[in-house]
T-cell receptor, first 111, second 117 residues
Framework: GEDVEQSLFLSVREGDSSVINCTYT??????LYWYKQEPGAGLQLLTY?????DMKQDQRLTVLLNKKDKHLSLRIADTQTGDSAIYFC???????????FGTGTKLQVIP | GAVVSQHPSRVICKSGTSVKIECRSL??????MFWYRQFPKQSLMLMAT?????????EQGVEKDKFLINHASLTLSTLTVTSAHPEDSSFYIC?????????????FGQGTRLTVV
């Protein structure tokens, strides 16, 4: 099965960029996601990338995918205090709906 | 976009009682829904795959007699925590994907925080 790993904690200053990293094991993962979870809340899909893409940008968010190294990253430009949350990367296989989650990275934004 | 509604959002129950959590897909049909459990400061762990009209598929280590799943229609799956104990206290989240849609997004419910006292 798929294993997905992330660093547990990241602290940045408001206005700086944040980069959250993720590694996965299954090279046949087709879709890779980034979810945001605020305290006590469910998951909010931030963005996703197909495995045949290297990069995807959506406003302040940039996703980079290195398939060779099985490495996924999420960059948040101009990080705001409202970005403080836990960020999960996740992957799924084509036609297989189960989503496998990383351990989550807690992002702390210092004013 | 598609929405998954989960109810209740919070529940407190006494040890030994049962609690039912509902997961509804509001504007799409989902033959398959997924139930996750999240322990404090940990990731989401898949508990089971709920299949409409058939038995759920449980992940290794999940007690199927304790966590009863019923997927009675294409828009509703329920998770019942039977004879709840304090160690069952957790955050439970369901998800579903719109199989008819072109997108790949997995939609998640708002989650249910269960506290067993």
């Amino acid at each position: 099965g798929e294993d997905v790993e992330q660093s547990l904690f990241l602290s940045v200053r408001e206005g700086d960029s944040s980069v959250i990293n993720c590694t996965y094991t299954d090279s046949s993962s087709t879709y890779l996601y980034w979810y945001k979870q605020e305290p006590g809340a469910g998951l909010q899909l931030l963005t996703y990338i197909f495995s045949n893409m290297d990069m995807k940008q959506d406003q302040r968010l940039t996703v980079l995918l290195n398939k060779k190294d099985k490495h996924l990253s999420l960059r948040i430009a101009d990080t705001q205090t409202g970005d403080s949350a836990i960020y999960f990367c996740a992957g799924t296989l084509e036609g297989y709906q189960k989503v496998t989650f990383g351990t989550g990275t807690k992002l702390q934004v210092i004013p | 976009g598609a929405v998954v509604s989960q109810h209740p959002s919070r529940v407190i129950c006494k040890s030994g009682t049962s609690v039912k959590i509902e997961c509804r897909s509001l504007d799409f049909q989902a033959t398959t829904m997924f139930w996750y459990r999240q322990f404090p400061k940990q990731s989401l762990m898949l508990m089971a795959t709920s299949n409409e009209g058939s038995k759920a598929t449980y992940e290794q280590g999940v007690e199927k007699d304790k966590f009863l799943i019923n997927h009675a229609s294409l828009t509703l799956s329920t998770l019942t925590v039977t004879s709840a104990h304090p160690e069952d206290s957790s955050f439970y989240i369901c998800s579903a994907r719109d199989q008819q849609g072109a997108g790949t997004e997995a939609f998640f419910g708002q989650g249910t925080r269960l506290t067993v006292v």
